[in-house]
């Protein structure tokens, strides 16, 4: 299969667009179809392991590779995580609340990043690409900390990260701080995600900078959603999870189900998305925004307009106005007109602002948006432990807030899958906080007592934070990012 960008040009193939990570005109890679799964495949998927139901949707993307090497890739990957890398719970008789934070680095980016690396190093070598790759990467908290963990001292890879210095969670702040690995380079910025992920998307547009890395023997690539790597990963746990309650009995075939996406960049809901357009019996798709609510806006109003403040919140890793993965579903919208995309993005770029007419969100009724204030995030929190005994971290609270919004206007007949994106401890804080309205300003204190109080075993990855040495705390101004990065690899401006 081949991959288009929504903004033009030419299509590749699956192996050149991981390997390129952004089309050259600055577009996005989607697949120019979308292949199919049927009753019968998902029936016939109850009977596999995670990595083995993984494996199968990627061969369904990817003709580069032999299934032996995408089943070898997924079980490598998923073996680093504790235990069953999606496991689902139900709390009452319509709602389920499905993990996918046993990973590494305790957040979902490890669904798709510990893949990554065996994704590019294989397309590195279908396409002959001889040289280092360079990954780029914006975080908004949990990606850098889970591509650091991916690419940590594998050959052929240097991998630079940008953060919003003082817009993500303490822990989450000091695992970055403290990663290691010869290939790695970690860099807090003045500013906010935003920033960080514009930085990184100039930088890639920017013809000196690739001539000057491509002359000492480098090559660029992302590990952001915007790269296909990422997304398609993300697909297999929507499709993995449909066939688990289908399994257990607790759907029927071809009942529809809804998904509760706590979003930030748009990146996990759109994989539901093409789930759906995959075959997936989804019935509406709620898009969780914290108080930064440009989406929910947008499915209010067709008008997506960041021209307004951007709030820090308990939930960092959705602080985000410009959602990238907005413009694949934007493409879909715009029934593929590439020209039509470029123009919406010129326009978000000059002025911070697109609107589209109301036909066009009736092109996309599987959307709903909703998002919920910082007070009934915390409310959320403290209140869906009392009843279930169920603790969630901050992102997860913004998903179970919004659902609850959207049940009270809705049929209570459709079960909820509700997607946990973040181990409650990375956010201990502001957790316990919650719990017992208690600031706890030492971290690690905090874990202790968030761990006594609700009797939940902390993660030894957040334990053992406290002896890991600090290796990078250098803080950029804006101006200097491209410099700095630059320089990393030899290369003066
Ligand atoms: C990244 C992230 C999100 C948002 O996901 P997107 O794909 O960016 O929409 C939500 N919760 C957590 C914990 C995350 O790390």
Redesign the pocket.
Known sequence: MKFISTRGGEAVSGAQAILSGIAPDGGLYVPEFFPTIDAACLREMGNLSYPERAAKIFSLFLDDFEISELEYWAEQAYAKFDGDPAPLTKVDDTTYILELWHGPTL???DMALTVLPYLLRGSKEVCEEGKQTLILVAT????GMAALAGFADVPGTEIVVLYPSEGVSHLQKLQMQTAQGDNVHVFAIEGNFDDAQTAVKEFFNDKEAAEKLHDRGYSLSSAN?INWGRLQPQIAYYISAYVDLLHAGEIEEQEEINFVV????????LAAYYAKKMGLPIGKLIVASNKNNVLSDFFDTAEYNINRPFYKTI?P??D?LI?S?FERLLFEILDKDAELVKKMMEDLNSQGYYSLDFESLEKIPTFSGYYSTEEETFDSIANFFEIYGYLI?P?TAVGIACLYKYLALSDFDTKNIVVS??SPYKFTQDVYKSLTGKNEPDAFKAVAKLSALTATTAPDEIIGLKDKIILHNQVLERQDIKKSILELFGCTL
């Open positions: 957040a979902f980016k908004s908290g949990d990606t959603s706590p979003t930030g960049n748009f990146g996990n809901v939930s890793s959705m985000i959602s993965n971290d992102h994106t973040a």
